[in-house]
Protein backbone atom coordinates (compact mmCIF):
# COMPACT_ATOMS: atom_id res chain seq x y z
CA UNK A 1 0.00 0.00 0.00
CA UNK A 2 2.47 2.62 0.90
CA UNK A 3 5.37 1.16 -1.79
CA UNK A 4 2.52 1.97 -4.71
CA UNK A 5 2.32 5.99 -3.04
CA UNK A 6 6.07 6.64 -3.30
CA UNK A 7 7.13 8.10 -6.55
CA UNK A 8 10.04 6.80 -8.52
CA UNK A 9 12.35 9.54 -7.54
CA UNK A 10 12.30 12.35 -5.34
CA UNK A 11 14.82 14.85 -3.46
CA UNK A 12 14.35 15.34 0.14
CA UNK A 13 15.83 18.00 2.82
CA UNK A 14 16.06 17.68 6.17
CA UNK A 15 17.63 19.43 9.63
CA UNK A 16 16.70 17.38 12.65
CA UNK A 17 18.56 16.19 16.17
CA UNK A 18 20.11 13.37 16.14
CA UNK A 19 21.95 11.28 19.03
CA UNK A 20 25.31 8.70 18.62
CA UNK A 21 26.98 6.99 21.57
CA UNK A 22 30.41 8.20 20.68
CA UNK A 23 32.63 9.75 23.88
CA UNK A 24 31.74 13.71 23.26
CA UNK A 25 34.46 15.54 22.07
CA UNK A 26 35.65 18.65 20.44
CA UNK A 27 32.50 19.98 17.76
CA UNK A 28 30.95 15.87 18.71
CA UNK A 29 28.33 16.08 20.93
CA UNK A 30 25.76 12.64 22.00
CA UNK A 31 22.75 15.08 20.37
CA UNK A 32 23.13 17.35 17.55
CA UNK A 33 21.90 18.81 14.59
CA UNK A 34 22.02 17.30 11.24
CA UNK A 35 21.43 18.90 7.61
CA UNK A 36 20.20 16.04 5.67
CA UNK A 37 19.75 16.32 1.48
CA UNK A 38 18.83 13.09 -0.06
CA UNK A 39 18.00 11.58 -3.89
CA UNK A 40 15.93 8.82 -4.12
CA UNK A 41 15.24 6.48 -7.58
CA UNK A 42 18.66 7.79 -9.72
CA UNK A 43 21.94 5.90 -10.13
CA UNK A 44 23.15 8.51 -12.05
CA UNK A 45 26.20 10.55 -11.05
CA UNK A 46 25.04 13.76 -11.61
CA UNK A 47 22.71 13.02 -8.39
CA UNK A 48 26.24 12.87 -6.57
CA UNK A 49 27.26 15.70 -8.24
CA UNK A 50 24.06 17.73 -7.00
CA UNK A 51 24.72 16.91 -4.15
CA UNK A 52 28.12 18.12 -3.59
CA UNK A 53 27.14 21.44 -5.60
CA UNK A 54 24.34 21.98 -2.61
CA UNK A 55 27.26 21.31 -0.29
CA UNK A 56 29.25 23.67 -1.34
CA UNK A 57 27.04 26.80 -1.97
CA UNK A 58 25.90 26.09 1.56
CA UNK A 59 29.30 26.67 2.95
CA UNK A 60 30.33 28.96 0.34
CA UNK A 61 27.20 31.27 1.18
CA UNK A 62 28.28 30.74 5.26
CA UNK A 63 31.46 32.43 4.04
CA UNK A 64 33.61 29.24 3.91
CA UNK A 65 37.06 29.51 1.20
CA UNK A 66 39.51 26.69 2.68
CA UNK A 67 37.18 23.61 2.56
CA UNK A 68 38.63 20.27 0.67
CA UNK A 69 35.72 17.83 -0.48
CA UNK A 70 37.32 15.02 -0.17
CA UNK A 71 36.37 11.92 -2.96
CA UNK A 72 36.43 8.24 -2.95
CA UNK A 73 34.51 4.80 -4.17
CA UNK A 74 33.80 2.33 -2.15
CA UNK A 75 34.29 -0.34 -5.38
CA UNK A 76 37.65 1.42 -5.94
CA UNK A 77 38.55 0.89 -2.03
CA UNK A 78 37.31 -2.87 -2.76
CA UNK A 79 39.36 -3.13 -5.56
CA UNK A 80 42.70 -1.44 -3.76
CA UNK A 81 42.38 -3.90 -1.04
CA UNK A 82 41.72 -6.83 -3.40
CA UNK A 83 45.48 -5.42 -5.33
CA UNK A 84 46.70 -5.66 -1.70
CA UNK A 85 46.20 -8.95 -0.88
CA UNK A 86 43.17 -8.37 1.59
CA UNK A 87 41.06 -11.58 1.54
CA UNK A 88 37.51 -10.44 1.24
CA UNK A 89 36.82 -12.18 4.94
CA UNK A 90 38.89 -8.94 6.09
CA UNK A 91 37.70 -6.32 4.01
CA UNK A 92 35.39 -4.59 5.98
CA UNK A 93 37.90 -5.06 9.43
CA UNK A 94 40.27 -3.09 6.85
CA UNK A 95 38.03 -0.13 6.22
CA UNK A 96 37.12 0.34 9.54
CA UNK A 97 40.78 0.76 10.37
CA UNK A 98 41.71 2.76 7.24
CA UNK A 99 38.43 5.04 8.30
CA UNK A 100 40.87 6.45 11.20
CA UNK A 101 44.17 7.18 8.97
CA UNK A 102 43.42 10.80 9.66
CA UNK A 103 42.63 10.36 13.49
CA UNK A 104 45.21 7.39 14.64
CA UNK A 105 47.89 8.21 11.56
CA UNK A 106 49.40 5.80 9.61
CA UNK A 107 51.55 3.68 12.17
CA UNK A 108 48.30 3.37 14.45
CA UNK A 109 46.34 2.33 11.17
CA UNK A 110 49.06 -0.02 10.34
CA UNK A 111 49.23 -1.47 13.84
CA UNK A 112 45.27 -1.65 13.81
CA UNK A 113 45.33 -3.87 10.74
CA UNK A 114 47.72 -6.34 11.61
CA UNK A 115 45.68 -6.58 14.83
CA UNK A 116 42.73 -7.26 12.65
CA UNK A 117 44.56 -9.85 10.59
CA UNK A 118 44.96 -8.27 7.77
CA UNK A 119 49.08 -9.09 5.47
CA UNK A 120 51.15 -6.75 6.44
CA UNK A 121 52.67 -6.60 2.99
CA UNK A 122 49.10 -5.63 1.54
CA UNK A 123 48.79 -3.26 4.45
CA UNK A 124 51.94 -1.53 3.81
CA UNK A 125 51.53 -1.30 -0.05
CA UNK A 126 47.85 0.85 0.52
CA UNK A 127 49.85 3.13 2.68
CA UNK A 128 52.74 3.51 0.73
CA UNK A 129 50.32 4.35 -2.40
CA UNK A 130 48.22 6.69 0.18
CA UNK A 131 50.97 8.03 1.42
CA UNK A 132 52.74 8.78 -2.46
CA UNK A 133 49.13 10.19 -2.73
CA UNK A 134 48.91 12.35 0.00
CA UNK A 135 52.12 13.77 -0.82
CA UNK A 136 51.05 14.99 -4.04
CA UNK A 137 48.55 17.39 -2.29
CA UNK A 138 50.89 20.62 -2.66
CA UNK A 139 49.82 20.24 -6.09
CA UNK A 140 46.35 20.15 -5.86
CA UNK A 141 45.18 23.43 -4.34
CA UNK A 142 47.16 25.32 -7.44
CA UNK A 143 45.53 22.98 -10.02
CA UNK A 144 42.70 21.04 -8.60
CA UNK A 145 41.53 19.40 -12.30
CA UNK A 146 45.11 17.89 -12.81
CA UNK A 147 45.41 16.68 -9.39
CA UNK A 148 42.14 14.62 -9.44
CA UNK A 149 43.03 13.62 -12.98
CA UNK A 150 46.66 12.42 -11.83
CA UNK A 151 45.02 10.30 -8.87
CA UNK A 152 42.52 8.66 -11.12
CA UNK A 153 45.54 7.37 -13.81
CA UNK A 154 47.22 5.92 -10.82
CA UNK A 155 44.30 4.28 -9.59
CA UNK A 156 43.40 2.85 -12.94
CA UNK A 157 47.36 1.42 -12.96
CA UNK A 158 47.04 0.11 -9.34
CA UNK A 159 44.02 -1.33 -10.29
CA UNK A 160 45.09 -3.11 -13.76
CA UNK A 161 41.60 -3.07 -15.05
CA UNK A 162 39.70 -3.92 -11.98
CA UNK A 163 36.45 -2.37 -11.57
CA UNK A 164 35.81 -0.12 -14.53
CA UNK A 165 32.24 0.68 -13.18
CA UNK A 166 33.42 2.25 -9.74
CA UNK A 167 36.29 4.42 -11.80
CA UNK A 168 33.72 5.32 -14.45
CA UNK A 169 31.84 6.87 -11.92
CA UNK A 170 34.61 8.70 -10.04
CA UNK A 171 35.81 10.20 -13.79
CA UNK A 172 31.88 11.28 -14.26
CA UNK A 173 31.71 13.16 -10.81
CA UNK A 174 35.07 14.88 -11.40
CA UNK A 175 33.92 15.93 -14.74
CA UNK A 176 30.62 17.09 -13.52
CA UNK A 177 31.44 18.96 -10.20
CA UNK A 178 34.63 20.58 -12.25
CA UNK A 179 32.00 22.49 -14.48
CA UNK A 180 30.81 23.91 -11.25
CA UNK A 181 32.50 26.45 -8.35
CA UNK A 182 32.48 23.81 -6.21
CA UNK A 183 34.95 22.20 -8.34
CA UNK A 184 37.79 23.90 -6.93
CA UNK A 185 37.47 22.37 -3.69
CA UNK A 186 36.81 19.01 -4.77
CA UNK A 187 40.19 16.12 -4.35
CA UNK A 188 39.90 12.40 -4.94
CA UNK A 189 41.39 10.99 -1.78
CA UNK A 190 42.23 6.96 -2.10
CA UNK A 191 42.30 6.71 1.16
CA UNK A 192 38.67 7.96 2.38
CA UNK A 193 36.91 4.75 3.94
CA UNK A 194 33.69 6.10 5.61
CA UNK A 195 33.42 2.53 7.68
CA UNK A 196 29.67 2.41 7.47
CA UNK A 197 28.66 -0.91 5.48
CA UNK A 198 25.97 0.17 4.01
CA UNK A 199 27.69 2.46 1.40
CA UNK A 200 27.77 1.16 -2.34
CA UNK A 201 29.26 3.80 -4.26
CA UNK A 202 30.34 7.22 -4.12
CA UNK A 203 31.99 8.09 -0.84
CA UNK A 204 32.48 11.87 0.37
CA UNK A 205 33.78 13.96 3.58
CA UNK A 206 34.04 17.55 3.93
CA UNK A 207 36.96 18.96 6.07
CA UNK A 208 38.15 21.94 7.04
CA UNK A 209 42.26 22.77 8.10
CA UNK A 210 41.26 23.33 11.58
CA UNK A 211 39.06 21.04 12.75
CA UNK A 212 39.76 16.98 12.91
CA UNK A 213 37.06 14.84 11.20
CA UNK A 214 34.81 16.65 8.99
CA UNK A 215 32.16 19.07 8.74
CA UNK A 216 29.88 16.76 7.05
CA UNK A 217 29.85 13.12 4.44
CA UNK A 218 27.92 11.16 2.74
CA UNK A 219 27.44 8.49 -0.35
CA UNK A 220 25.43 5.93 -2.30
CA UNK A 221 23.52 3.72 -0.71
CA UNK A 222 21.78 1.82 -3.19
CA UNK A 223 21.02 -1.43 -1.11
CA UNK A 224 19.55 0.14 2.41
CA UNK A 225 16.37 1.13 1.51
CA UNK A 226 15.61 -2.27 -0.04
CA UNK A 227 16.64 -3.87 2.82
CA UNK A 228 13.36 -2.62 4.39
CA UNK A 229 10.94 -2.44 1.15
CA UNK A 230 12.02 -5.51 -0.52
CA UNK A 231 12.50 -3.75 -3.67
CA UNK A 232 15.87 -2.03 -5.17
CA UNK A 233 15.93 1.83 -5.05
CA UNK A 234 18.95 3.34 -5.71
CA UNK A 235 19.54 6.82 -2.91
CA UNK A 236 22.61 8.71 -2.29
CA UNK A 237 22.56 11.87 0.61
CA UNK A 238 25.43 14.09 1.96
CA UNK A 239 24.73 15.63 5.55
CA UNK A 240 26.27 18.80 7.99
CA UNK A 241 26.86 18.69 11.18
CA UNK A 242 24.99 21.95 12.28
CA UNK A 243 27.44 22.34 16.03
CA UNK A 244 30.91 21.90 13.76
CA UNK A 245 30.19 24.14 11.41
CA UNK A 246 28.88 26.59 14.10
CA UNK A 247 32.30 25.71 16.11
CA UNK A 248 34.52 26.77 13.31
CA UNK A 249 32.78 29.64 12.16
CA UNK A 250 32.90 30.89 16.02
CA UNK A 251 36.49 30.10 16.03
CA UNK A 252 37.22 32.13 13.03
CA UNK A 253 35.22 35.08 14.04
CA UNK A 254 33.00 34.40 10.70
CA UNK A 255 29.76 35.88 12.82
Not at 3 to 15: I, S
Not at 86 to 94: F, L, Y
Not at 123 to 146: C, I, N, R, Y
Not at 212 to 239: E, H, K, T, W
Request: proline fraction near 4%.
Amino acid sequence: EYRAKLPKFFKRYQVQPVWRADRPQKGRFREFYQCDVDAIGSKSMVVEAELLGAAGDVLSRLGFTTYTIRLNHRGVLAGMLDAGGVPEARQNDALVALDKLDKIGRDGVAAELQARGVPEAGAGMLLEFFASVAAAQTTADADPAAFNRAVLRRLEGLLAGARPEALADLRQIVALVGATATGTHLRLDPSLARGLSYYTGAIFEIAVPDLAGSLGGGGRYDNLIGMFLGDQVPACGISLGLERILVVMGERGMF
